[in-house]
């Protein structure tokens, strides 16, 4: 009876390590890790120098730590086959991006081959960056990539990242009818510059004209004498009337709701990401 | 020679003015107060003591008149001080130049000169130094300096003669005019558009429609101080002119009536057009207005002349001696047109940009 029990005991044992040792092996290649594998600026495309990436990376790390959140940033040459979405999400997920236990994370993707790039978020990364709130972002920094100036977008990326962790911390991020407010576009100087001359020149225009008092008078109204004014005759006549007709602007149907949030997709890992992309 | 009368006191033998305050006949030296009436009467009085001698001056005075109208300006002798009076031949009352005792020449106000009515004055040689000061309030740009020398080179108090035209118009007018309406459904947006022909007959009448009937007067400045009160048209009396200066008519009246005429036909389209409402167009097709029952007064309106020169530029303001109305253009202080259009410019550039700041982003 003992030893019955102690053989059971042994097999369980045995199963549980099988199994235990069983799972990494079948999953190897495609395991997702508990800690982070990878710096959190990973240039494989060689975009930045020595020094940019030093400050870059000073400045991922001290904003990651702050918001409990990965901001990271990657460049490759090649998507090596896949597309940027799944690239970028694999690569958060096999290299164990992500803080926490909901794995809170934003990685920020750019592939040189076909100049594609990608934001994956990942946890409450989702809910921070949202549809919206992405869009106005990359607005405002991706002209900077396109034009090769990489580390200015890239720090641009990452001051924006921090301004929406904030605005995430306070329980509001940032949305439909809850954006940022985008600076002004450049020409609002010179438009603006020109406003102020129209209306300095009306206004002291009318300062000027206040001195010249000396003109003519147009007609006679003040002698018109009292009650004389009579109409003998008054006559209205309708002649003709003609019709034209201009099509109406055909209004462009809105399609697709805008009801803020972000939508999802299921990476191959199993895991939920959000995010967007494009080129640049 | 020509004859020139002037108003002595009959109390104490000074020369009498025109008090615009008391509209009255008052001498500066005793400050007694006549009725126009009765130094009417007294000077007639005088006249007709004289009779004789004044019929032969009157004649000499035409005779004279034609010569001396040559050389465009005429010599009198005061009858106060017998010092010579140098005057253009338009001039109607002055005041000597050696004894200020103010003078009325009797040629320029009689026969065909003697105005019909005159507007005595009303406000004081004070009231349009004042006038001048308060036409300098609240203007920015007017140069500092010139407001603080404040210098006026002569305020003078002038009698301008005018023709007042009386006429009655009759007028037709035909216009077209237009009325739009828009409605759409859902594919296009229909715009409909009426004509209409607009015709008005009817008849207005002006009265007393002022002409400068001065050639030394600028038309424009007398056109400015305008209107003038007409009720306070009273009949002509030379009292009137003592102690101010006047001028006779040198334009003659139908020389006039064009401008007349102009602001006239002015006043009638505006008249007219002005009854045809309601409509999103209106043009005038065809206009014909015909002036009857023309009528044109001979009258003195009472006129505050100040000059000033500054910086070598000669400056004229006018007022109004019955309603006070004062006009005259200014100097303008260029350095202050900059200073406040840079100051202006900026502050609206800040608030524009400030508002597309708030709004546009």
């Known amino acids: 009876m003992k030893q019955k029990k102690h053989l059971k005991t042994i097999a369980l044992f045995i199963s549980v390590i099988f199994t235990v040792l069983l799972i990494p092996i079948q999953t190897s290649a495609q395991t997702i890790p508990d800690q982070r594998l990878l710096p959190r600026l990973v240039d494989n495309a060689d975009l930045l120098n020595d020094s940019e990436e030093e400050k870059l990376l000073d400045k991922l790390d001290l904003i990651s730590e702050k918001y409990q959140t990965d901001v990271a940033i990657v460049t490759v040459y090649s998507l090596e086959g896949k597309t940027a979405a799944e690239y970028a999400d694999d690569f958060f997920d096999y290299n164990g991006y992500g803080i926490g236990p909901n794995r809170d994370g934003v990685l920020f993707l750019i592939s040189m081959e076909h100049r594609d790039w990608f934001i994956t978020t990942h946890g409450s990364g989702i809910q921070t960056f949202t549809d919206a709130g992405r869009a106005h972002m990359t607005e405002q920094f991706l002209s900077y990539i396109s034009d090769a100036k990489y580390a200015k977008g890239f720090n641009k990326f990452v001051d924006l990242s921090e301004q929406y962790l904030k605005q995430a911390a306070k329980g509001k991020p940032y949305d439909y009818g809850n954006l940022p407010k985008k600076p002004l576009a450049w020409y609002w100087l010179p438009a603006a510059i020109g406003v102020g001359l129209i209306v300095a020149f009306v206004i002291v225009g009318g300062m000027k004209a206040k001195l010249k008092s000396v003109r003519r008078q147009v007609g006679a109204d003040d002698y018109v004498a009292a009650n004389s004014f009579v109409l003998t005759d008054q006559r209205d006549l309708y002649l003709y009337s003609h019709v034209s007709r201009t099509a109406k602007p055909k209004e462009s149907s809105s399609g697709g709701g805008s009801g803020g949030g972000s939508r999802t997709r299921t990476s191959s890992s199993g895991s939920t990401h959000g995010g967007s992309g494009g080129k640049f | ?361």
């Open chain 2, 1 to 361: 020679m020509a004859q020139l009368l002037d108003f002595k006191c009959p109390s104490c033998g000074g020369a009498i003015n025109f008090d615009s305050q008391a509209q009255k006949m008052k001498c500066p030296y005793c400050d007694t107060e006549f009725e126009m009436d009765a130094v009417l009467q007294h000077e007639e009085a005088i006249q007709s003591e004289s009779a004789k001698d004044d019929f032969t001056w009157n004649v000499q005075a035409d005779n004279n008149w034609q010569e001396d109208e040559l050389n465009n300006f005429a010599a009198y002798v005061c009858q106060s001080c017998g010092g010579q009076i140098v005057g253009d031949f338009t001039t109607a009352a002055t005041s000597c130049p050696y004894c200020d005792n103010p003078v009325v020449i009797a040629g320029n106000i009689s026969g065909d000169m003697r105005p019909d009515y005159i507007i005595p004055f009303k406000l004081t040689k004070e009231q349009a130094k004042q006038g001048l000061r308060e036409h300098m309030k609240g203007k920015r740009l007017l140069p500092k300096q010139f407001k603080d020398e404040n210098h006026i080179d002569k305020i003078r108090g002038m009698y301008v003669p005018f023709w007042l035209f009386d006429t009655k118009a009759d007028a037709n007018f035909r216009y077209k005019a237009t009325k739009t309406s828009t409605w759409s459904d859902s594919n296009y947006v229909y715009t409909k558009t009426s004509y209409y022909s607009i015709l008005r007959s009817g008849n207005i009448a002006f009265s007393s429609v002022p002409v400068d009937a001065s050639s030394q007067m600028p038309d424009d400045l007398m056109e400015s101080i305008e209107p003038y009160n007409v009720a306070e048209l009273t009949n002509f009396h030379a009292g009137f002119l003592a102690g101010y200066l006047a001028d006779r008519y040198d334009v003659p009246a139908d020389e006039c009536i064009e401008r007349a005429n102009h602001r006239v036909r002015q006043s009638t389209e505006n008249q007219f057009r002005s009854t045809v409402t309601g409509y999103s167009t209106v043009a005038t097709e065809n206009s014909n207005i015909q002036l009857s029952d023309g009528k044109a007064n001979y009258v003195l309106y009472p006129v505050w002349v100040l000059n000033t020169s500054w910086q070598g530029e000669q400056f004229t303001f006018a007022m109004n001696g019955q309603t006070g109305r004062f006009i005259g253009d200014l100097p303008l202080d260029r350095k202050a047109y900059w200073k406040w259009f840079g100051l202006v410019a900026l502050i609206a550039a800040a608030l524009a940009y400030a508002a597309a700041w708030l709004f546009l982003r």
